[in-house]
């Protein structure tokens, strides 16, 4: 008897917490701040799939970065290590796609690759001497959230 009333308290207060979320949802702000579009020139100009997808609330992001890195003294060997990182990433912005104001959905795909220039000198230090080499050079989901705006972004 006991863990059917803690069941029935567990999904109440889900419903509630649902339904809380969506009376709020339906509370934005009168006027949403919509994300602005990128100055231009871009790299690669103004390419107009992207311009008409960024009016329709979805803006794509791609940033790759580079670090060489050189032993000159210390460890074991004096060598160069390369090591990369792309990350893909998209922004939603609900209240372009589907109306719901004030809300931002983000994903971002991160993959690293390359070499650690610590292990490969035997170098010994703790600090890692090329900032996007660290927890492992594999593709993984980097950011996965979503943010939304209530009563003039008095809680966000």
Known sequence: MRTLLTS??????????????????????????????????????????????FDKGVDLQLVYVSESAYNLG?????????TDQVAVGTTFDLERIVGLKDAVIQVTY???????????????????VQEVWGRGQVVRLTQMWFQQKYFDDLIN
């Open 110 to 128: 991160t993959s690293r690759a390359g070499r650690n220039l610590v292990d490969d000198a035997n170098l010994g230090t703790f600090q890692l």
């Open 74 to 82: 210390g460890g074991t060997k004096q060598l160069v290590d390369y």
């Open 8 to 53: 029935l308290l567990s999904r109440l207060r889900a419903v509630l917490g649902l339904a809380f979320a969506l009376l709020l949802a339906g509370v934005g702000a009168v006027s949403a701040e919509t994300a602005r579009r990128p100055a231009e020139p871009r790299v690669f100009g103004d390419m107009e799939w992207r311009s008409m997808l």
